[in-house]
């Protein structure tokens, strides 16, 4: 069971927004940057956001990251059939000394 | 061009043991914090163990402490996970990561481990 919790499902149109959190605590979220992964299917997971709301380059503007309190969010504007994939929050947790995963969101472009 | 290729998964019984390795290239492996990562089938990611630069600090997920174990070698760029007493609750595919992170976050395709008898 994840210490950090996300919706199990968003979907959207091509061109919408989606918007998925990430719930956590203080030992993670609050204290240790929170990382973004962007997994399809039978392929290596990538990082679209680092440190909260950095993007590595080549990720498109289009991902965007936010954190308010013991959440984290991540927004994709201009939906895209090839955003469909399962997205996961991360961040390493100070009581457990561990680094946790969130318990994944699968988008659905519609 | 940064690659990590794992390899060493297959089929073992439970209780068995198996070693993966994680050949790297492409960028300066001995300056990078270095993780094993799985997804069991049907599973979200779960982070298994790191270790940093020198090898001189480990850490493990509470359900592998004491029956895995990470090591490197920076001079082969090359890193490992021994695997003890495995269970079928160890089925999943292994990904070596780079820097899990922080922006140069980076995972090699992953090589499937299967627990069954």
């Known amino acids: 069971q994840s210490v950090l919790t996300q919706p199990p499902s968003a979907s959207g149109t091509p061109g919408q927004r989606v918007t998925i959190s990430c719930s956590g605590s203080t030992s993670n979220i609050v204290n240790n940057p929170v990382n973004w992964f962007q997994h399809l299917p039978g392929t290596a997971p990538k990082v679209l956001i680092y440190n909260y709301s950095q993007r590595p380059s080549g990720v498109p503007d289009r991902f965007s990251g936010s954190k308010s309190g013991t959440s984290a969010s991540l927004a994709i504007s201009g939906l895209l059939s090839e955003d469909e994939a399962d997205y996961y929050c991360a961040a390493w947790d100070d009581s457990l000394n561990a680094y946790v995963f969130g318990t994944g969101t699968k988008v659905t472009v519609l | 061009e940064v690659q990590l290729v794992e390899s060493g998964g297959g089929l073992v019984q439970p209780g068995g043991s198996l070693r993966l390795s994680c050949a790297d290239s492409?960028?300066?492996?001995?300056?990078?914090?270095m993780s094993w990562a799985r997804q069991a089938p049907g599973k979200g990611l779960e982070w298994v163990a790191n270790i940093n630069q020198d090898g001189s600090t480990k850490y493990y997920v509470d359900s592998v402490k004491g029956r895995f174990t990470i090591s490197r070698d920076n001079a082969r760029n090359s890193l490992f996970l021994q695997m003890n007493s495995l269970r079928a609750e160890d089925t999943a595919v292994y990904y070596c990561v780079r820097a899990i992170g922080s922006g140069s976050s980076y995972w090699g395709q992953g090589t499937l481990v299967t627990v069954s008898s």
């Open positions: 492409g960028f300066t492996f001995s300056s990078y914090w």
